[in-house]
């Protein structure tokens, strides 16, 4: 995920999502963006739905087919604070 956010790529982290909880990754993705600064609150709530979605689609959408995504433009990520 450092890789990622440094780079300003998806986190492909957010591919990775948990069996027993489904549709979301392991609580360890929330607080390891959060302290990143790339996400803020809850791990269950909305805003964590509404943030593993969007880099759950830069992800797919990246790295789908060539690599090169299907020339659609991504959704922004938001800087990281303080890195």
């Known amino acids: 995920m450092d890789d ?10 957010a591919v990775a999502v948990k069996a027993l909880d489904p549709g979301l990754p392991a609580p360890w993705f929330f607080r390891k963006a959060e302290n990143m600064g790339l996400f ?4 269950t709530n909305l805003e964590a739905y509404a943030f593993h979605a969007r880099e759950f689609y ?3 959408h990246l790295h789908a087919g060539d690599g090169e995504g299907s ?9 990281p ?3």
Do not use: H, K
């Open 40 to 43: 803020a609150g809850d791990p």
């Open 71 to 79: 020339g659609t433009i991504l959704p922004p990520v938001l800087p």
């Open 4 to 13: 990622d956010a440094d780079e300003g790529l998806p986190l492909v982290a």
């Open 81 to 83: 604070a303080d890195r």
């Open 58 to 60: 830069r992800a797919i």
